[in-house]
């Protein structure tokens, strides 16, 4: 996914995943592109969980 899909399926900005690159989902550089898997950004909202 790209990072505008990326943002929208999060529910958050582009600028959130520009400025998140450290502690963010994995990205991947393909070419000049940044491009997100669906399962890595999912693995990544799993453990941003909260419990209470």
Same mark, same amino acid.
């Given at each position: ?11 958050? *900005? ?7 690159? +450290?502690?963010?989902?994995? =990205?991947?550089?393909?070419? *000049? ?7 890595? +950004?999912?693995?990544?909202? =799993? ?6």
């Amino acid at each position: 996914m790209n990072r505008r899909t990326t943002a929208a399926f999060m529910g958050v *900005s582009e600028k959130f995943l520009a400025t998140h690159l +450290v502690d963010g989902p994995k =990205r991947l550089r393909v070419g *000049s592109k940044i491009v997100y898997r669906l399962s890595d +950004v999912e693995d990544w909202m =799993r453990q941003q969980e909260m419990t209470r």
